[in-house]
């Protein structure tokens, strides 16, 4: 099965991603997660990408389509996959569509979060540096300040791009150019919502109905 999970920054994705990767047994494919390892390693996509992320805007769409259309042709995605951050303009979504992807998409999920939600969501938010696990500093902190939960590791990483200022323009990229993905799907009867101010369990709760449900 084909999943995306389509919703604004900080709205839970990479965390039902995640959730769902290890129920499917199917990769969560993270377009942001992706080009963060490009900037890291420096590599031309990094490059080109690095400046756009930290102002909060969107990458070019060539280049985000040729990264996805390569990861989607590998071995893994032969059962299907999760997409995590993309499509988010129509052209990807477009693309998505049409023969170069040769991967029909089945299921569509949009999580609905309220935009104060999302503003002290994303600013509270970091992960651990050795294992990746993800607090927030208001709605899930460390058990033990300091420390990871589940390695123990006291490292911890905080995105470029959670910045409050950077933050605004990542709302309004959603709102003008990732939303009208919604009555998109919606045409084609392959939108599903999910209420994303519930608690993960609860939401992970909803996507499973909807995963599960015949096509
Ligand atoms: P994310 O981790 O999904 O919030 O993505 C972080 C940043 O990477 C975004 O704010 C964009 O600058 C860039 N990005 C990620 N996915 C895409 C995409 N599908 N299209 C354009 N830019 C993207």
Redesign the pocket.
Known sequence: MNIILLGP?GAG??TQAQILKETLNIPKL????M??EAVAKGTEIGKK?DK??K???????D??VSM?RARIAEADCRNGFIL??????LT?AQFLDGPGAAQKIDKVIEIKVNDKALITRISGRFTCAKCGAGYNKETKPTAVAGICDNCGSTEFVF?A?DKAETVAA?LK?YNDQTAPLLPYYREKGILFSVDGMADIDEVTRQIRGIVKKAA
């Open positions: 920054p994705k990479g993270s377009t942001g997660d080009l963060r990408a756009i992320m102002a909060g805007q969107l990458v070019p769409d280049v985000i996805v995590d951050g993309f499509p988010r303009t990807q995105r791009d990542r990229a």
